[in-house]
Each structure stands twice: as C-alpha cells, then as structure tokens.
C-alpha cells in the first residue's frame, strides 16, 4: 500500500503579513487591516493550519524565553536571601540585611504575595460622597 504524502502547508503573503501583524501588535483588527483583508474572518485565519502553526512556534519561543527568564530572577534572589555573608579584615561576620529584605520583598512581588489594593471614585461636587469618603479614609487609617 503507498504511503500517504504529508502535505505541508505553506501561508499565503496575506497570511504572513497577518500572523506578523498578530505577534508584533496583538490586535486581530490590526492585522487584518494591515494584511489587506475585509470583514471580520480573522478567526477562520488563525485557523489555517500553517498560521496557526507560525504562531504556535512564536508563542513557544516567547514563553520559554519569559519563564527561563522569570526562573533565573527568582534562583538569583533566593540566594541573596540564603547568602550567609563573609568576613571581614577582622574576622567578623558581614551580612546585608537591607540586601535580603529587598530581595524578600521583589520576591513578594514577583511571585503576586501582596495585598490587592482598591480604588475609590468619588464626585468633588457632591458634599455627601465627600463626606462618606473622608469616613473610608479615616476608618481605613484606623485599621493600621
């Protein structure tokens, strides 16, 4: 029985100026536009097997790139944290604990372990919001 031939699929210059459009700007309606294409089939598009493909290698390469990056910042700032210190001309221990408790707290951030914060709109003009804020505020201030 003959082998069935494996198709490869190749983009268009339409095709590739969308998928190129995708990744530099993120916008489908960009891509679009700038790939020359109407109406709203930027779905059907990323479908095609061959965009979808292209993009697919791009996202991979972006992550691996993001994570291996994002990794490496935390191993370095673990061993900020763990560094014992040294010793200095006279033999006592040197530690920065300015340079931990940084790194403890870029930790913190980096790995989301802060308190979300709130945002409260209020109208100037109208003396009663004004007032119920000025409350928020001093309860919140209250509370630390």
Not at 36 to 63: C, D, H, S
Request: with cysteine; net charge positive; glycine share 4%.
């Amino acid at each position: 029985m003959p082998r069935k031939k494996k198709t490869v699929e190749v983009m268009t210059p339409k095709e590739q100026k969308f998928a190129e459009e995708i990744v530099t700007s993120g916008s489908r309606g960009k891509a679009m536009e700038a790939a020359g294409y109407k109406g709203n089939n930027a779905a059907r598009i990323m479908k095609n097997p061959a965009v979808a493909e292209f993009l697919e290698n791009f996202k991979r390469k972006v992550e691996k790139k993001v994570l291996c990056s994002y990794e490496w910042k935390i191993k370095k700032l673990i061993e900020i944290v763990e560094y014992e210190g040294d010793y200095d001309q006279h033999g006592n221990l040197r530690v920065d604990n300015r340079a931990k408790i940084a790194a403890l707290a870029e930790l913190n951030k980096m790995q989301g372990h802060y308190a979300p914060t709130s945002t409260v709109t209020i109208d100037v003009d109208n003396s009663e919001q004004l007032q119920k804020a000025a409350r928020l505020y001093i309860d919140k201030l209250k509370e630390f």
